[in-house]
């Protein structure tokens, strides 16, 4: 039943305007806060960890506020792939930093464009492909219905979808080589197949994607930071320039740099990021993994510590 059933409520909520689609969400975020589920408990968590100098009420509404835009983003999605980047290009409001973007990507390098989930990610990708052909990494969803209908809608608009896998890799590498964009989505935990590293994150710890790392070492593609903020009556699109570090040959300077360049998004607009997702969490082969390399550095240390 879960099948057709979340694949069919997001048919209908495609047919909405975007006023009633925002309007819907933030009925939903309200309903998921006062729940008092695991999203808020996570949201909260999160929060606390990264704005320690926030108040307890101050931390709850930042909470509130941000499950509220999560759930609009939810709500907006459907909408956004339903219909024609037209339909979408009258909505961004206003495009920040433009420039940016088109200096990097005329140096002919090929350009990776970090998206992390803050404001509506599903904007960034139809607005960079109205600039250059883009391939965008694609986590495919479990229900084979709902996989089909974000695929249609995300592959619209020069656009090409390329898989969380050596193949989808493989297309990444081949478009920074052409010269176009590569759009990734920097901010979730990696597979447990994947190159990943620990890196600070809002003064945290985290486990780190290194496949931007490698793609810079491949191709020297250069690479920039955006997102959509929400706004009144539509978006707002805003492009940073990455953070220095991110083109360290040394691969936790450059994972530290990729997390910097998210940071330094997500400060222009808090409470638009997905907060509710446990990006902190460490897997169980990870935590393994770190043992064993704590273990063996500790072993190390005792024997390079000379005799008394």
């Known amino acids: 039943m879960r099948n057709t059933l979340v694949p069919h409520i ?31 408990r996570i ?4 929060i606390n960890a990264c704005f320690p100098q926030l108040s307890a009420t101050e931390a709850q509404t930042f909470a509130q506020e941000s499950l509220i835009e999560t759930a609009k983003t939810a709500t907006e999605a459907s909408v956004i792939w339903r219909n024609s980047w037209e339909w ?45 052909p883009l391939a965008a990494m694609y ?7 709902m996989d ?28 920074l080589q052409q010269g176009n964009i590569v759009g990734i989505l920097p901010d979730q935990l990696p597979k447990k197949d994947a190159g990943s590293e620990f890196a600070p994150f809002f003064d945290q710890e985290v486990l780190s994607m290194t496949l931007v790392h490698s793609l810079i070492s491949r191709t020297q593609s250069r690479v920039i930071s955006l997102f959509a903020k929400r706004v009144p009556g539509g978006f707002k699109v805003i492009i940073l320039p990455a953070d220095e570090a991110i083109y360290s040959e040394d691969v936790v300077q450059s994972v ?15 409470t638009q990021y997905q907060w509710e997702y446990n990006r ?18 500790s072993c190390r240390k005792d024997c390079d510590t000379p005799a008394q």
């Open 10 to 40: 997001f048919n209908c909520l495609a047919r909405l305007p975007l006023p009633a689609s925002r309007a819907l969400g933030t009925l939903i975020g309200r309903c998921v806060w006062l729940a008092k589920g695991r999203s808020r």
């Open 43 to 46: 949201t909260l968590k999160n």
């Open 88 to 132: 979408l290009q009258s909505k961004i409001i206003e495009v920040e930093g433009e420039d940016i973007l088109r200096a990097e990507l005329a140096k002919g390098r090929g350009l990776v464009a970090l998206a992390p989930h803050l404001g509506n990610w599903e904007v960034i990708a139809p607005y960079l492909a109205s600039i250059a």
């Open 139 to 145: 986590e495919p969803a479990p229900i084979p219905a």
């Open 148 to 175: 089909d209908l974000i695929l249609t809608g995300r592959s619209k608009c020069n656009i090409t979808m390329a898989p969380t896998n050596r193949k989808g890799v493989c297309i990444l590498l081949k478009a």
């Open 256 to 270: 530290t740099g990729l997390n910097k360049s998210v940071e330094n998004c997500v400060h222009l607009a808090p």
């Open 280 to 297: 902190f969490r460490l897997p169980k082969a990870h935590q393994e993994a770190r043992a064993q390399k704590k273990f063996a550095f």
